[in-house]
């Protein structure tokens, strides 16, 4: 099993990825731990004192002027962790939760919160136990971090509340604890707060997003390719002279990526040998690239957004090398909420531009010779009708999850936190929009796919048919009359999010970016 290592500097989208969703173990370096003791040592010096310290002997929040006397310090740590775990709704995703549990764990071991090592130690026990605490949708500000959901998260180490287990049952987490062999933490000065304090759902939510978009982007890439086949465009707007003078990074991949799909195409050059052959093509086929580019390089803002708050320590207070322990504002979300609100903007075009590339090819009067609605016999089959309608429906719920959530605030903590990110909401409406694109995309794919395969006489590109070939293989069937079209669709989905789609053209093409 791949082992990944936690020290004091960080981690990668790729360590979050292997834990998250390949169950990666984890192991704590010598350096995290010796960090760990130290910044602990830090804690209990000024534990000791009678000088209020907030986090370690105050209240917190708005309640943080009251001095707590040495006897209370462990149970206002545990009634902390307790009273933040106010969590409702669904359960959130076992992923989700492995991703923020593990970029807690990433900033307790960087030395700067003043968790004790066997803390930091649980946690990456519980984690490689396949240990995954209940946490609920609703209860998540952006702002002194993702506060409820993580709660939640401390509540299990604790031996409270509900988790679910390797086997996928929800029990008591303590039974589930005892079973590993894991001994419940009690918690001490500093701690609770420790464990509650970071952008942590937020971040892995974008970290996992962006995976994710990475793939969807050649996938739109691929799709726009077979369209601009399918209704016999020209594949000139896509030569690397036009998009070398307008030089933003994505576009000029986008063009690459639908060019090398298109190559020995025999379709695309047929719109020359028209009668009324056509100067340009629509927008939706002729501006693909700009479009797509453009989420590219959205995405590629949102990676170093990300690559910054992977390295980062976040809690409140803080422990700083020279032994000050301060108070500061870096749990605040939005850096991660706005560019995970971008990611939903760009994803809604990308899906809107798709969309109209698919009505393009139903209509029988700008798809340039294909039957209306690819149908059978139009009249008496209706053809992909509803499944445009079954996209365009998903387009428009991705237009709602654009409005962005970080411009909202709204006051709590009897107005000490009155102004917070709503970095938890962008993350969760963006895997909404993510989840959505994939099925956009797959719609395309499969109206796209039909219409190639009714060009008769006329030869694809090698790579459209390798992608035929392989969609067909899949269960993802071709032109005929109509039939129970939900089959089709959810194989054309699974064959668009399993990554196949991609593969089967990078045989002919080679890698693509």
């Not at 731990?33 to 986090?55: C, F, N, W």
């Not at 990074?249 to 040998?273: C, I, T």
């Not at 301060?326 to 760009?346: K, M, T």
Request: glycine share 8%; aromatic share 4%; proline share 5%.
């Amino acid at each position: 099993m791949h082992t990944v290592v936690v020290g004091t500097s960080g981690t990668t989208a790729e360590d979050v990825i292997a834990v998250a969703r390949g169950n990666a173990r984890i192991e704590l370096s010598g350096e995290a731990l010796a960090a760990l003791a130290r910044a602990r040592e830090i804690v209990d010096a000024l534990a000791a004192k009678p000088e209020p310290v907030y986090g370690v002997s105050t209240g917190f929040g708005a309640l943080a002027s009251r001095h707590i006397s040495p006897e209370l310090r462990a149970q206002l740590q545990r009634n902390i962790v307790r009273s933040h775990a106010a969590g409702m709704g669904p359960r959130v995703e076992r992923e989700v939760v492995r991703a923020l549990m593990f970029l807690r764990l990433k900033t307790v071991a960087s030395g700067h919160t003043g968790v004790r090592p066997s803390v930091a130690q649980t946690m990456a026990d519980v984690l490689n136990a396949g240990i995954t605490p209940v946490v609920h949708e609703y209860g998540s500000l952006g702002c002194s971090g993702d506060l409820a959901p993580l709660s939640h998260c401390a509540l299990a180490l604790m031996g409270e509340g509900d988790a679910e287990g390797p086997d996928g049952v929800v029990r008591p987490a303590a039974e589930l604890l005892a079973e590993a062999g894991i001994e419940p933490v009690e918690l001490r000065e500093k701690e609770g707060l420790a464990l509650l304090n970071g952008t942590d759902g937020m971040l892995g939510m974008l970290v996992m997003a962006l995976a994710d978009l990475g793939k969807l982007y050649t996938a739109a890439d691929i799709t726009a390719a077979l369209t601009l086949e399918a209704l016999l465009g020209t594949e000139k707007v896509l030569q690397p002279e036009l998009h070398a003078i307008r030089p933003h990074p994505g576009q000029g991949v986008s063009a690459a990526n639908m060019a090398a799909v298109l190559k020995d195409s025999g379709l695309v050059r047929h719109f020359q040998e028209e009668t009324a052959p056509r100067v340009q093509d629509a927008y939706s086929v002729r501006c693909a690239p700009q479009v797509a580019g453009a989420g590219r390089d959205t995405m590629a803002h949102a990676a170093l957004v990300a690559s910054r708050e992977l390295a980062a320590a976040v809690d409140n207070p803080v422990v700083l090398p020279d032994g000050r322990v301060e108070s500061n504002g870096n749990f605040h979300g939005a850096p991660v909420a706005y560019v995970l609100d971008f990611l939903a903007i760009a994803a809604a075009d990308l899906g809107s531009i798709a969309e109209r590339r698919t009505d393009r090819l139903l209509d029988k009067n700008r798809s340039h010779g294909l039957p209306p609605f690819l149908a059978d016999d139009a009249g008496v089959d209706s053809g992909l009708m509803i499944a445009q309608y079954t996209q365009a429906a998903l387009v428009s719920e991705m237009k709602r999850l654009a409005v962005p959530a970080s411009a909202d605030s709204i006051p709590s903590s009897a107005m000490q936190e009155d102004h917070v990110s709503m970095g938890w909401s962008a993350a969760r409406k963006l895997r909404t929009a993510v989840d959505n694109l994939t099925r956009i995309i797959a719609i395309e794919m499969y109206a796209a796919t039909r219409a190639i395969e009714l060009r008769h006489g006329l030869t694809p590109a090698p790579a459209s048919r390798a992608a035929i070939a392989a969609a067909r293989a899949a269960g993802v069937q071709g032109p005929g009359p109509d039939r129970f079209l939900a089959p089709d669709l959810a194989a054309a989905d699974a064959f668009v999010r399993s990554g196949a789609l991609v593969d089967a053209v990078e045989a002919v093409t080679g890698p693509l970016a």
